[in-house]
Every structure is written in structure tokens, then in C-alpha cells.
């Protein structure tokens, strides 16, 4: 036939509203702004179920990549082509960022295709049955039923196996046998139930709340998967499920250590951390090699991988695996090339190794060339953008953007003036003055490496003046000489360390925290302390938490 026979079902479940709080002018007294979780005293966590929103979320791309390949090993990632997700909190799961737009529904069909044609090159790796000696239309039955409970993440209803059993005897009866399971395949593909997470919960409520349920085995599953791998269950959480034992802690916890172990993990928590660390801009990085001649393009994949595999070693691989081991470790991880270009003695071969650093001058994440790079100018450095990333990815302190009255271009490169000196106006200019005070002073403890994270101690022959201030937090202000020194600082925060804790929280849940999620947030805050920080271990607490085991649910009349 000249065309493919399509399966287009309507993509109806909206992105439901998640939020988080923007300060909405610069002051110069942070810490005087209220926290958008509202203090609520233990008595009240102390008693009852208390779980806050729990907004229905469509798959991201890297979660549809993740479930294609965990449900029909296809690794041709084909949601690298559908269009990029909008970003909300500097995540891209958020939930009231997720809508589908009539080109991302053509994409879904498009890929569902491509991936229904080339599971059928074999069938033999995915049908539970041989349809010569079941026979076809029973084997069908079969493949519906097994392949549409890993798809939905639950058994599939009466109704929803007659339907899916009509289209493969349509798609049958129009060509063949495996005609009628590819219109299975991208049916399932593109329905909202395999698109998006749908969690109804028990049927019954918790006791003496009749706004709050307890989700079900089958959506917990869903949740631990999507949480810790980014994708569907595999055989042993839908065992677990099926068997009812996925609404006891115990168990929950027992999986989420277990699924900690696996290697796609790893490849899970490295998502988190290149949007937490906005990683992927280096794609787009435009360095001038006349002003940095050590540059050349092929830096940027490594000053990503070393970013990455470094905090990969910290959170699984370190003794301690705690925040204050991200900012303050005196060793990275690095290949021949990397560390020529950082000037020091390291591995022979391109495989990544674990390499000491020069104390006085490079310590943790915050002096890696990635984040150097990323928050600078192609010609010179930048300290509002290093001290605007501090603030907001470390702090949890968002800044509104600029006045439309301002002029937000940096200033040229003057070669008789340090940038320090070039950016003095900010702190004069009574439009400027409330945020750059907030960032640039931050900022210039970072001007001992230029735009792309080189080390230095001249800018433009004047020797480089590193001091800086941190304002506004609740235990780190003061002075300091450097972004050792402020590392040092921050890697002692319990702001920061309670931030790391937010931004999990955002990105494991799908939106930002809400007066409702404050015992959820209380909760999970403890546990990351009572851990020492660790970050294992604060991804485990993410499943402890009443906002991961519960949903509220609307009561007719209120």
C-alpha cells in the first residue's frame, strides 16, 4: 500500500497547574522575603496525611526515549525529533509547562509508527505467545494484554482490550497479522494513558480524610519508575504491583534502593543534574578564539562529561556522597585532554578518571570549566550571569528579570580595564543597584577564571581582584577571597543544602512546592538532614513522603 495505516486517538488530559514563587523586586534583604512554603508547626504534619498537589504529567522526552527502549528495546531515541519541551523552574518535566501542541500530537504518531514498523522485524522478542501454534487472534489477545500493561503502567480495562482487539482485527483484515499489532503499538503509543501518568488512587479514602487517597500498587510502581529511571516499571515492580505490596514504606523503600543500584539511575540523576546546572547550553556555547585560543568545540562535550561523571562519582560512587562533597571535592574527573587543558597531570588515555586538583585553585562543581563557560560571554567573563546561577540554582533565591528600561548588554571588552572595573556601574545606577548587588558581588569571586573557565591571575595585565560578598542568606553571608573560599562557604550552608532538597523536590514531583506541600516538604527536609545530606539517600526519602504515597482528591460539596 502506498501509505501506513494511521492511529490518531485525541491527546485530551491537560498539564495541570503546578507553581513556584518568583521575588517579584530586588531589595538587597533576600532573606527578609517570605518562603513560598508557609511555616506550618510539627503538630500539624504530626497528624493526618498531608500531600499536597499532584498534577497529572506528560512523559518528556527523555522519559519517552527511556520507555520506547525499556518496553520494545528501541534505542533509535525518536523523541530527540518532537519539539523541545517549555521550562518552568529550570526543569522541563513541570507539569504546568506540558501541554501538546497539534505538531508534538503529529510527532507522537510519526514515531509511533517508526517504532511499531521496526518492532515488527521481529516479533519473535515481543510476543509472549507463537501466533503458527496459539494462533494469531489468540496470540494478538495475548500481546494486547501483556504489552498494554507494561505501556499503561496497569492492567488494561474489559473495554480498552475489546477496543485494541477490534483495531488488530481491522488492521488484519485490511492486510495481515502483523498490520493489525503495529495499529496496536502506536494505538497504545499515542493514547494519554501511556503519554501521560493518570493516578486515581484507592477507591477508598484514608481514614477520617475524605480528601486524601492512597495511590494504588500500580501507580506507585509508575511513580518509583518515573522517579528513579525515568521510564516504566520493569518486570519486578509490575510483580510487585500485581501482587499488591507496593503500599506498605517498607517495600517502597526497598525497591527504591534496589532500583538505585541500576545503571539507569545513573542516567536519570544525570538528567536532573544538567537541567539543575543549565548543562545544556553548552551545545550552543559561541566562544571567540582570538580572545581564547586554548578553546576549540570539541571542549564542550568534555567540560559536560567531567561535570557529569563527577557528580555521577559523588552521589553513587563517593564514601560520603553529600553536598558539601559536590562543592568542596579536591578531585574531578577527567581524560587526557581535559586535564591538558586545565594545565595538570592526569590520565593518558580518553576514558575518564578520577584526578586531584590544586587546592588553590580549583575545588567541587563550581570551578569546572561547564559552569565557568556556560555563565560567561564568548569574549569575556561575566559576573552577574556566576553570581545570578549562585543565587539561583544554589540558593533557591529566583530574581525577576531586568526593567524594560534597562540595558542589559554587557559591557564591551576594554583592554585598560579589569571587568570588575567595567561593571562598577551597576552598583551606581539606582535601576541596576538592587539585583547586580545581589549578584556581581557573588560574581567576582569567580574572576580568577576567564570565559572559559581557565585559571588566571592577570585580566588585561592588572592583577585579578577575587574578593567577594555573599548578602541575603540566612548563614553564609560575609566576605570572601575566591570561589575556593565561597565554595567552602557554600558547602557549609544549610540554606544551600535545603535548596539541593527543593530542586529534587521540583524536579522528582513535577512542580513547584505550594502552601499544600509544606509537611511533604518538612518531611523530606529531615530526612536529608538526618542522612548527613546525602544525596542517595535524599532520592530515596523523595519516595518517604506523603506527597509521593498520597493524592488529594476533590469532595463533592467543598
Known amino acids: 500500500m502506498s501509505r501506513p495505516i494511521r492511529w490518531l486517538p485525541a491527546l485530551a488530559l491537560p498539564a495541570m497547574l503546578g507553581a513556584g514563587a518568583v521575588i517579584g523586586a530586588c531589595t538587597g534583604r533576600l532573606g527578609d522575603v517570605p518562603d513560598p512554603v508557609a511555616h506550618v508547626t510539627a503538630d500539624l504534619c504530626a497528624t493526618g496525611v498531608h500531600p499536597g498537589g499532584a498534577p497529572i504529567r506528560r512523559m518528556t522526552r527523555f522519559e519517552y526515549n527511556n520507555a520506547v527502549r525499556d518496553l520494545l528495546g528501541d534505542t533509535t531515541r525518536p523523541a530527540d525529533a518532537f519539539v523541545a519541551e517549555e521550562e518552568a523552574l529550570g526543569f522541563n518535566n513541570q507539569a504546568t509547562a506540558l501541554g501538546v501542541t497539534q505538531l508534538l500530537a503529529e510527532q507522537y504518531m510519526e514515531a509511533s509508527e517508526g517504532i511499531a514498523a521496526r518492532a515488527a522485524t521481529d516479533w519473535k522478542k515481543h510476543l509472549p505467545c507463537d501466533p503458527v501454534k496459539t494462533g494469531e487472534d489468540a496470540c494478538a489477545t495475548q500481546f494486547i494484554l501483556a504489552f498494554g500493561q507494561k505501556a499503561y503502567r496497569r492492567p488494561l480495562a474489559g473495554a480498552e482490550v475489546t477496543r485494541l482487539q477490534q483495531l488488530y482485527a481491522w488492521g488484519k483484515q485490511q492486510l495481515d497479522f502483523s498490520t493489525g499489532l503495529q495499529l496496536v503499538i502506536q494505538a497504545m503509543l499515542q493514547s494519554p494513558r501511556f503519554l501521560y501518568r493518570v493516578e486515581m488512587g484507592m477507591p477508598d479514602p484514608v481514614k477520617d480524610q475524605a480528601d486524601v487517597t492512597a495511590l494504588d500498587s500500580w501507580e506507585m510502581a509508575a511513580r518509583l519508575s ?47 543534574h544538567a537541567q539543575w546546572l543549565g548543562l545544556g547550553r553548552i551545545e550552543t ?67 575518564f578518571e578520577q584526578v586531584s586538583l590544586d587546592p588553590a585553585q580549583r575545588a567541587g562543581l563550581l570551578t569546572q570549566a561547564s559552569l565557568l563557560a556556560v555563565n560567561a560571554k564568548p569574549n569575556q567573563s561575566s559576573p552577574v550571569h556566576r553570581g545570578k546561577f549562585v543565587r539561583e540554582r544554589l540558593l533557591c533565591q529566583p530574581l525577576p528579570p531586568p526593567p524594560n528600561n534597562v540595558n542589559i548588554q554587557p559591557p564591551d571588552v576594554d583592554p585598560k580595564a579589569t571587568t570588575r572595573e567595567k ?35 592577570t585580566d588585561h ?23 575556593v573560599e565561597l565554595a567552602a562557604r557554600l558547602g557549609e550552608s544549610a540554606e544551600v543544602r535545603e535548596c539541593v532538597a527543593t530542586q529534587w523536590f521540583r524536579f522528582g514531583y513535577g512542580h513547584g512546592e505550594e502552601k499544600a506541600d509544606s509537611c511533604a ?22 519516595t518517604r513522603t506523603d506527597a509521593f504515597r498520597y493524592r488529594s482528591v476533590v469532595v463533592a460539596g467543598k
Open 226 to 272: 518515573f522517579l528513579i529511571w525515568s521510564s516504566v516499571p520493569d518486570d519486578e515492580l509490575f510483580d510487585a504491583a500485581a501482587a499488591d505490596k507496593l503500599r506498605d514504606p517498607a517495600a517502597i523503600e526497598a525497591q527504591a534502593r534496589r532500583m538505585l543500584d541500576d545503571p539507569r539511575a545513573r542516567d536519570a540523576v544525570a538528567n536532573f
Open 285 to 351: 556555547l559561541d566562544k571567540d578564539a582570538s580572545v581564547y585560543p586554548a578553546y576549540t568545540p570539541a571542549l564542550r562535550q568534555l567540560w559536560e562529561k567531567e561535570t557529569l561523571s563527577f557528580l555521577d562519582h559523588v552521589v553513587f560512587d563517593d564514601a560520603k556522597g553529600d553536598v558539601k562533597t559536590m562543592l568542596t571535592a579536591p578531585y574531578s574527573m577527567m581524560n587526557a585532554d581535559l586535564a591538558a587543558f586545565y594545565g595538570i597531570k592526569g590520565p593518558k588515555g580518553d576514558g
Open 423 to 457: 561593571f562598577a556601574q551597576h552598583s551606581s545606577d539606582p535601576y541596576c543597584a538592587g539585583c547586580h548587588k545581589l549578584m556581581d558581588p557573588i560574581g567576582f569571586g569567580f574572576e580568577s577564571y576567564d570565559g572559559i573557565g581557565e585559571f588566571r591571575t
Open 461 to 483: 595585565g592588572f592583577p585579578v581582584d577575587a574578593t567577594g560578598a555573599l548578602t541575603g542568606t540566612r548563614d553564609s553571608d560575609g566576605p570572601f577571597d575566591g570561589a
Open 521 to 542: 516538604m518538612n518531611q523530606l527536609q529531615d530526612a536529608f538532614r538526618a542522612s548527613g545530606y546525602s544525596v542517595k539517600e535524599l532520592l530515596v526519602a523523595l
